[in-house]
């Protein structure tokens, strides 16, 4: 009957041998009826664990702790190694005594309960797991019942709004009410979508109030439990921080969008702007407008007051334009001392939309006039601004910001302080000086342009010098003066190589002419632009052209204008005596005309000067030209300077310059300019 027993039944005697065990026991302990009765009752050859795995001693058998108590044993679990696998059982055991309470026997019973150890076993392995991850994470669980309208907030979800602990908020409605404002109404409708719906993931982004005042970002993700009609029951879910990714997002959108220095938008954010600008006006048919400002003689304020200077009006210009706009307006900082604004929705018609332009940058100028501080001391400065007006239609964004920048260099043009509007004279005009300069980059390829010498001689009327003049010979032979391309060449950045080219073209000739017996004695003096005295590079192209060409260094004189010395005199004044160190001569040209100061006639190595032209030629007719070249003359004799005087084209003034003491005379009475071949056939023989 025993064996039917859906249990485990084994009978101890009171001593504690096994006398009987029923088939299931057998079966559950791994061993046969001859094996149990053998057992002695002592423990040994048995080997149980406790619910814990660790072994289960002798004495806490379930036998003998009812031999050794007397009393029932109930529940207990122990494992059981049976073929290298651990099988549990659920153990309950108890005395049976006689009238006499006098123990018979011991029952010891036992279910298998392995099932339930293992899937306990595997709950406990998932709590720890789930423990030790919500231990390491930052974000923070939470619970919502549905049916009940309870919610579960956990430490980590008060902690991240600077709580100890619930203070008053741990309520269902107690994550309402730290929500921002302006969230609420999006939340509510994507709750209100979400829980009729079929879906069970929750995502979304909204704002709780910090314990401090200010909002924390929290990215919200749960699941949504649904009973079988699908009813939504609980959501369940974790709350993350944003607060440092969206600080890392914005610095990324700054350094993406935003002009380092000012904090204005940048071109590449611009140039997105200005598309919407142009998709609106098209759809409204409202013009708008580009303003393009470019502050005036910024350059001199930074070389002379150093770039920190700079940089603060900048910043300053920035925040003012930032005033003065409106906060729909686009506002960015190209770069360096340009800006532009995009104003936007100003009027239907042509006439309207420029009144509203020009109402603007009246009060942009204005605003931009009054003094500024830099440092210590009150700054006044002034911008130009080119305006172009736009509809949306046919126009590229980066023909628009064309537009405005001719706009602009006309407003400078003009005298600055000003502004002016694009018109299509503008653009052809620019086209020229596109087509121009590439003909001149073309020109310098094929060698067109050409050399001219004008004589010098002294007072007894004997050569001593020439200057070497360019001219361009276009291919459709027409001869173009350098007062055509000279300064277009400055502008357009080829004065460095037209230099280059003149200097190399006159070491050439002085090469040829050293061995003549009239010409190896000629001075050959070579203008000098003050971008070729800028450049760094120059006195070592020099020094390379001398040696390669073999021209005497001593016969070659650059010519240079009072204008180089108005700015990093410091590092012109190295390279003019890196220059001198090669044995190469300089003369001070126009003397007297510009940035004039004795001082650095003494600083610099100067060989010679050059009195202008405009004070020979008044020469007799104004009293006054006489006294300053009488005293440019003397000035050179006590600085042991020659002196050479240019534009002589009557025979008083060449009088006059040889009493006075020159030491050498140029000028179309004495010599017009001519092609080098002509003037080494004739000066030559």
């Known amino acids: 009957m025993h064996d039917h027993l859906p249990a485990g039944v084994v009978v101890h005697a009171p001593d504690g041998r096994i006398i009987f065990a029923n088939r299931l026991a057998r079966e559950l302990l791994g061993r046969s009826e001859e ?16 619910a814990d795995g660790s072994p289960l001693p002798p004495e806490a058998f379930p036998v003998n702790v009812v031999l050794r108590t007397g009393r029932p044993l109930a529940d207990l679990v122990a494992g059981v190694r049976v073929k290298d696998t651990t099988r549990w059982l659920l153990c309950n055991a108890y005395p049976e005594y006689d009238g006499a309470a006098v123990l018979q026997q011991i029952v010891v019973c036992f279910t298998d309960c392995t099932a339930l150890k293992t899937i306990q076993q595997s709950l406990e392995k ?12 930052t974000d923070a669980p939470w619970d919502w019942n549905l049916i009940s309208g309870e919610v579960y907030y956990s430490e980590r979800w008060w ?20 929500m921002h404002p302006d969230d609420a109404a999006t939340v509510r409708a994507y709750v209100d979508d979400l829980l009729p719906s079929a879906r069970d993931g929750v995502s979304l982004e909204f704002r709780l109030r910090h314990r401090d005042g200010h909002y924390v970002p929290v990215l919200v993700r749960g699941y949504v439990s649904r009973d079988p009609s699908g009813r939504a029951l609980r959501i369940s879910g974790v709350n993350t921080d944003l ?8 610095r990324l959108y700054e350094l993406a969008y935003c002009d380092q220095l000012t904090g204005l938008r940048n071109r590449r954010f611009l140039m997105e702007e200005l598309q919407h600008a142009l998709a609106r006006s098209q759809r409204s048919g409202r013009l708008g407008a580009l303003l393009y400002l470019d502050l005036d003689n910024f350059k001199l304020l930074n070389d002379t007051m150093g770039h920190d200077m700079g940089d603060s009006l900048l910043v300053q210009v920035a925040r003012r334009l930032r005033c003065t706009v409106r906060h729909s307006d686009g506002l960015a900082r190209l770069g360096g001392d340009e800006f532009v604004v995009v104003l936007d929705d100003l009027a239907s018609s042509l006439h309207g939309a420029a009144t509203e332009a020009e109402r603007v940058v009246a009060k942009i100028l204005a605003v931009l006039g009054q003094p500024y501080q830099l440092d210590s001391f009150a700054f006044k400065n002034t911008a130009s601004i080119g305006i172009t007006l736009f509809d949306g239609t046919a126009v590229s964004i ?10 602009m260099y006309s407003a400078k043009e003009e005298g600055r302080n000003g502004a002016r509007f694009f018109d299509p004279s503008m653009q052809q005009a620019a086209d020229q000086r596109a087509a121009f300069e590439a003909a001149m980059v073309n020109g310098l390829s094929l060698g067109e342009f050409r050399l001219f010498c004008q004589p010098q001689f ?19 032979g027409d001869l173009i003066g350098p007062d055509r391309f000279i300064g277009f060449a400055e502008e357009c950045g080829l004065i460095l190589p037209l230099g280059e080219y003149v200097l190399k073209e006159s070491c050439r000739v002085l090469a040829r002419w050293k061995d003549s017996p009239l010409l190896g004695r000629v001075k050959l003096a070579v203008n000098v632009s003050v971008h070729q005295m800028r450049d760094p590079r120059f006195p070592r192209t020099v020094a390379d052209v001398l040696e390669r060409t073999g021209a005497p260094a001593e016969r070659l004189y650059l010519e240079l204008t009072e204008s180089v010395f108005a700015e990093n005199m410091d590092e012109i004044t190295e390279r003019m005596h890196a220059i001198r160190a090669g044995g190469v001569y300089f003369s001070l040209d126009d003397f007297g005309t510009g940035y004039s100061s004795l001082a650095y006639l003494r600083r610099f190595p100067l060989a010679a000067l050059k009195i202008d032209r405009s004070f020979v030629r008044d020469v007799g007719g104004v009293p006054d030209s006489a006294s300053i070249v009488e005293a440019i003359i003397a000035l050179g004799r006590k600085l042991d300077l020659e002196i050479v005087a240019e534009g002589v084209e009557h025979e008083a003034q060449r009088s006059f310059l040889i009493r006075g003491g020159c030491s050498a005379l140029q000028g179309y009475l004495l010599g017009r300019p001519l092609p080098i071949a002509e003037f080494e056939r004739i000066y030559g023989a």
């Open 35 to 50: 094996q149990l009765l053998r057992t002695e009752p002592g423990g040994d050859g048995w080997t149980f664990l406790r």
């Open 126 to 137: 998932s709590e720890e797991r789930l423990h030790l991850v919500l231990k390491g994470s």
């Open 159 to 178: 902690s991240m709004l600077g709580y100890r602990g619930d203070e008053g908020y741990a309520d269902p409605d107690g994550w309402r009410r730290l």
């Open 243 to 250: 607060t440092e990714r969206k600080q890392i997002e914005r």
């Open 398 to 407: 980066e023909t628009l910001l064309k537009q405005a920048d001719l706009a």
């Open 458 to 476: 002294d007072s007894q009327g004997q050569l001593v010098g020439a200057e070497v003049l360019v001219r361009w010979q276009r291919g459709d």
